[in-house]
Every structure is written in C-alpha cells, then in structure tokens.
T-cell receptor
Framework: AQSVTQLDSHVSVSEGTPVLLRCNYSSSYSPSLFWYVQHPNKGLQLLLK??????LVKGINGFEAEFKKSETSFHLTKPSAHMSDAAEYFCVVSKPGGGSNYKLTFGKGTLLTVNP | NAGVTQTPKFQVLKTGQSMTLQCAQDMNHEYMSWYRQDPGMGLRLIHY???????DQGEVPNGYNVSRSTTEDFPLRLLSAAPSQTSVYFC????????????FGSGTRLTVV
C-alpha cells in the first residue's frame, strides 16, 4: 500500500521569507510524486512532478522540491513567498493501479498563509 | 482553451434526488477519473476509466455510477443523493496512464439537503 503524509496542516509565513511544505511518502517501489496547488474556489494546478529523473525538481512560480529516497521525503520549497502563493498545497503519490492506470493518492493538504 | 470542463459548477439537491455531473475533455486523453474533496481529507478517488467502454471503482464508489461511451466524456451519476455526498467533485484526465500527473477540471460544488 502507498500513503502520503503532509506533516503540517497549516503553514504561515511572511511575504519575502522562505516557504517549506513537508511531505513524506511510503511506497513499496519508486513512485511518481507531485505537488498540486489549489487556490480558493479553484481547481487543482500541477506545480511540479518527480518521475525518477533528477532528484531536484523545479516547478512553476519559483517552487522546487527535492526527492530524498533515504528519508522518503518530497518537501516543497520556495526562497521567497509572495502574497499570491497563499493557497492549499497537496502532495500526491502515483502508483500503477488496475489496467496499468496510475492512481493518485493525495495527502490531506497544507494551507499556506502569507502575511504582508 | 483545451482542458477538462465540468458542469454544473454548483448544484443543490434534495435527499433522494438523482443527477449527473458532466465531465468532458478535448485532449484525447485515455485516462479519466472522478474525485471528491472533503475538508481535511484531501481528494479521494470515486471511479476511473482507462478508455472508452472500460470503467472501474476507486476508493469511495458507493452511491455513484459512471460510464464511458466516448473518449471525451465521463459523466458521474448520483443515483439517490444523500447528505453524505455533499462535497466538491473533480474530474481529471491524463494521456500517459497518469504517470506524469492529471489535468483537473474546476470542480462541481454539490450540496444535498
């Protein structure tokens, strides 16, 4: 079985300071990992994805994440927060399901608040 | 713009009523899925399809039916709505078995009273 744990349900930062959103996963094999962002009353947008290539993955809007197999972690970072980064962030793991369909398992989300 | 289109955006149902949530994609994606989002739960898979004519159950399928008669469309049917089905529903599609992630629709907010 696979699972994903987002270690913080809520993170609050000041504008211009670094962002760290933590995610740990468990999987019996090398998974594909994703971060999605959801702005209020909007759908989900893919921020970045890890699919067994480079362990440091760069995404949109200045976000990046590092895959650390030894720590089973895939933390999301950004050097300097912007007000527009305020949203909910989901860490997602993908594994093969029935019929070779890769099913997504979502973490419970981390709400990022950015203070002026 | 190409993408996943969900209708309606909002819906209020009475307990026991039935309805169909529509999902259409114009990217020729084989793989489509329905998720529900509840506070503090993330997204949970309801049903999915790996191609026209093929569907399967996800994590929380009870009370929902799906069909996939065309590549483009993947409607979700609520047979007899219950208050526990109050949620936000997302449809998603992928062209590569989901390995590289899914494209999500903007969601349908459903309230059952």
């Amino acid at each position: 079985a696979q699972s994903v744990t987002q270690l913080d349900s809520h993170v609050s930062v000041s504008e211009g300071t670094p962002v760290l959103l933590r995610c740990n996963y468990s999987s019996s094999y090398s998974p594909s990992l994703f971060w999605y962002v959801q702005h209020p009353n909007k759908g989900l947008q893919l921020l970045l994805k890890y699919t067994s290539a480079a362990t440091l993955v760069k995404g949109i809007n200045g976000f990046e994440a590092e895959f650390k197999k030894s720590e089973t972690s895939f933390h999301l970072t950004k050097p300097s927060a912007h007000m527009s980064d305020a949203a909910e962030y989901f860490c997602v793991v993908s594994k093969p399901g029935g019929g070779s369909n890769y099913k997504l398992t979502f973490g419970k989300g981390t709400l990022l608040t950015v203070n002026p | 713009n190409a993408g996943v289109t969900q209708t309606p955006k909002f819906q209020v149902l009475k307990t026991g009523q039935s309805m169909t949530l529509q999902c259409a994609q114009d990217m020729n994606h084989e793989y489509m899925s329905w998720y529900r989002q509840d506070p503090g739960m993330g997204l949970r898979l309801i049903h999915y399809s790996v191609g026209a004519g093929i569907t399967d159950q996800g994590e929380v399928p009870n009370g929902y039916n799906v069909s996939r008669s065309t590549t483009e469309d993947f409607p979700l049917r609520l047979l007899s709505a219950a208050p526990s089905q109050t949620s936000v529903y997302f449809c998603a599609s992928s062209s590569d078995r989901g390995v590289y992630g899914y494209t999500f629709g903007s969601g349908t907010r459903l309230t059952v009273v």
